[in-house]
């Protein structure tokens, strides 16, 4: 018996590492969407009709994760570094997926370019906030509210090119509302630089 006390004091403290983990509901939430991007991938390439449908529906179930664990989070009171690093992961890996995988889909240069420009934009801006957390001038490239404009045409877009096939009348709607969230990335994208170049230019 006394042999096997320095086991359970081991399992004792790795349950307590375990509990402060911080696994809260909006964390698992976070988690559930990047599940999702290689179950979104499997669900594009069956050699189905309802497939894509099936295939919006799950694009559009994360995108509900997306709002909700940030509300949870603010509501609960449970908001984590995890999380808060974790969160726009999550949402950048899934936008980039889904683009790419509409981007083999039409293989035109119509929608590739503005595909292209929400990808750029989203690495441009990601590394800038990393720069700028470093230099403790985090909310100076804050979400603007052009940013959750750009947001919500970006995730309409994605879910009406996903759920329907190239050249129907709402797959067009689709690409107009993409170019739409296209040009409001490059807007806020100048907003952003322009906020955030003192400090950049000062660094120098």
Not at 79 to 87: E, H, I, K
Not at 139 to 153: D, H, M, P, Q, R
Request: charged fraction near 10%.
């Amino acid at each position: 018996m006394i042999a096997h006390r320095p086991y359970r004091m081991v399992a004792l403290r790795l349950q307590a590492r375990t509990s402060g983990a911080q696994m809260n509901i909006p964390n698992i939430l976070t988690l559930a969407r990047i599940a999702f991007i290689p179950l979104l991938v499997v669900i594009f390439y069956l050699p189905y009709g309802w497939s894509m449908l099936l295939a919006a529906g799950l694009f559009g179930l994360a995108a509900i994760t997306d709002w909700l664990d940030g509300y949870l989070a603010r509501r609960w009171n449970q908001s984590t570094p995890f999380g808060a690093f974790l969160d726009p992961v999550a949402d950048k890996l899934m936008v980039a997926v889904a683009l790419a995988l509409l981007i083999e889909r039409y293989d035109a240069a119509w929608l590739t370019l503005p595909a292209l420009v929400i990808i750029g934009r989203e690495i441009v801006i990601s590394a800038l906030r990393e720069w700028m957390a470093e230099m403790g001038k985090r909310g100076t490239v804050a979400v603007s509210s052009i940013g959750k404009i750009k947001t919500t045409l970006q995730m309409v877009a994605l879910l009406l090119l996903l759920g329907f096939p190239p050249g129907s009348l709402i797959a067009q709607i689709g690409i107009v509302t993409l170019y739409l969230a296209a040009a409001l990335t490059l807007w806020s994208m100048q907003q952003y630089l322009r906020a955030a170049w003192p400090h950049l230019s000062g660094s120098m």
